[in-house]
């Protein structure tokens, strides 16, 4: 993935700060033109910076509001066809290969204990899964964000300048 530069932060941050902007108002915004905004967004999608819409949906609101993390121990030889069958239900919005005694840590959403019990019991009747492990989420304490990465870039003053304590505005100001 291509780095983002300090253009494409500004874009980004105004989008986050108002996601329902049309081009031609983030160009106002930022004193750009609508052309400049327009092939950064085409830009920035097609190189995977914009996540799908879809990740913006909250599983609770679609009725699965008991979220769970999933540390899936298995047999590493079979990890291909695991992770197939994995994808296969759908109550596994997420998963990822981790270091540690685990080798996926699979986040889990459930309508209730019931349904992540028959989800659990399909995820140890893939061959080659030989345990896993199970902590609900009792609360999410800090939502999925990427604004403060954005404003440590642009603080930097560039998009890929070091790490900073301030954020954009309060180094501006």
């Not at 993390?69 to 919005?93: D, N, S, W």
Request: include cysteine.
């Amino acid at each position: 993935m291509q780095h983002l530069d300090t253009t494409d932060l500004r874009i980004l941050s105004a989008m986050c700060a108002r996601p329902k902007a049309s081009a031609v108002a983030l160009a106002t915004e930022l004193s750009l033109s609508r052309n400049t905004v327009q092939a950064r967004l085409v830009r920035l999608e097609s190189n995977g910076a914009l996540l799908p819409f879809e990740q913006r949906v909250n599983p609770a609101a679609l009725g699965f509001g008991l979220v769970s993390f999933v540390h899936i121990h298995v047999q590493q030889r079979l990890l291909g066809q695991i992770v197939e069958q994995l994808k296969a239900i759908p109550e596994i919005i997420e998963a990822h290969g981790v270091t540690g005694s685990a080798d996926i840590l699979a986040r889990v959403v459930a309508s209730g204990a019931e349904e992540l019990f028959r989800v659990n019991g399909q995820i140890l009747a893939i061959e080659g899964v030989e345990r896993a492990d199970t902590s609900l989420s009792m609360a999410e304490l800090i939502p999925h964000r990427t604004t403060s990465l954005m404003d440590l870039r642009l603080a930097a003053g560039n998009g890929t300048g070091s790490r900073s304590t301030g954020s954009a505005a309060e180094v501006a100001g």
